[in-house]
């Protein structure tokens, strides 16, 4: 029998919203090879919205985590949770930082204008602060892509996720529905305006630790996160066959919407993105949650997707890095030769993920968790 403080039984996952957590990681990957063809131009991406993806997790990671601990107050402390989340998240974001310091000398490419001239003691430097989640200054970005994390640029996110759960734990899990409701409408009139009156009509951006990365990223963080946590607190879920299916399918569309309005009407992408986040995402997550999984098969799938969901994530970029390298050092066009090694990035990210999990992550959460949530007696 295990007795502590810190030790709270664990509550039944929401299957499909795993499974979707799975969907909107795999077409992050594959956007991210597409827009390795773009040149860095934000209006031609196939999959041109595919990085609303992150959006979509951080209002995810607020339902969630309301579902997980709002009840629980009172049973556990602040610092029972945050052991709780770091032993969720930061396993594999030591991960992450180690895949790219292992990857990062196979990406020599003018592309990536600083990589010639790091030093390996740098870069295990550069290594170790990002195992911390500690973000680098501008002086410190080894790669020359104004990344606060050089070796695995999706790892902004967690950061601001880090940011956004010790809100909810010492401020925002406090507030009344009425007074949660009151600051996501000014979250979302913050992303309303950004994205509408903003100098590129979108929410992309967040990975620099400069004044506007902050103002990014924070901006894409706080509308979505909590209104997750209000979305499970009002308890609104939409009960509908085929939930998974037409979830998923919602995701897909969203996504795949090419850019509005081009490079003179910004104003009209801006706003769509801004429903998207606003409006579609919390209709997502409330068929997701609303739904019941049929079927041994897809309930595996749900399953799965969800398991290598977030190893996928975090482990995916570097090898995106290096894709990113072979497709400009050998000026690869977007074609039939380009996508079929773009098909075999994305399998490679499956695989490692898979790897990450069954052999680190699972290993490492249960030892953590023996260790320090539960204590014999």
């Known amino acids: 029998m295990s007795n502590s403080a810190g030790y709270i039984e664990p509550k039944s996952h929401y299957e499909i919203l795993d499974g979707l ?38 209002l995810l990671s607020g339902f969630v985590v309301a579902y997980a601990y709002d009840d629980r ?24 930082s180690i895949v790219g310091a292992a990857l990062f000398y196979f990406q020599p490419s003018y592309v990536f204008a600083n990589l010639h001239n790091v030093p390996v003691l740098t870069t295990l430097f550069v290594m170790l602060v990002g195992c911390t989640l500690i973000p680098l200054p501008l002086s410190m970005d080894i790669r020359g892509w104004q990344e606060m994390h050089p070796l695995d640029g999706p790892a902004w996110s967690l950061f601001f996720e880090y940011i956004a759960n010790i809100l909810y734990a ?8 009425w007074l949660l409701s009151f600051f ?63 979830s998923s399918l919602l995701i897909l569309l969203v996504m795949f919407v090419p850019r509005l309005g081009g490079d003179k009407q910004l104003w009209m992408n801006g706003l769509y993105e801004s429903f998207a986040i606003i409006v579609i995402f ?29 190893p996928m994530y975090i482990t995916h970029y570097p090898i995106i890095y290096i894709f990113t390298a072979w497709v400009y050092n050998n000026k690869i066009p977007l074609g039939f030769y380009g996508l079929s090694i773009g098909l075999l990035v994305i399998i490679s990210s499956i695989s490692l993920a898979y790897a990450c999990l069954k052999w680190y992550d699972e290993p490492v959460r249960k030892w953590l968790q023996k260790r320090y949530l539960e204590v014999k007696s």
């Open 282 to 310: 919390p209709l997502i997550v409330a068929i997701g949650a609303g739904g019941n999984m049929t079927g041994n098969i897809a309930k595996k799938i749900c399953g799965f997707l969800g398991k290598i969901s977030y």
């Open 184 to 246: 996501v409408i000014i979250f979302a009139g913050l992303l309303i305006y950004y994205t509408v009156w903003g100098p590129n009509g979108d929410v992309i951006g967040g990975w620099s630790l400069t004044p506007d990365g902050l103002y990014v990223g924070f901006t894409r963080l706080l509308y979505p996160f909590f209104a997750g946590v209000l979305l499970m607190r009002a308890g609104k879920l939409i009960r509908i066959k085929n939930a998974f299916t037409i």
């Open 21 to 58: 957590r799975g969907v909107a990681s795999v077409l992050v990957v594959t956007f991210h090879v597409f827009e390795t063809f773009t040149g860095g131009n934000r209006f031609i991406n196939k999959i041109n919205h595919g990085y609303l993806a992150v959006d979509f997790f951080f």
């Open 170 to 177: 010492t401020l925002f899990r406090r507030f009344p529905q």
């Open 73 to 96: 107050w009172g049973k556990m402390s602040q610092w029972d949770f945050y052991k709780r989340r770091l032993i969720r998240l930061q396993p594999m974001v030591v991960m992450g």
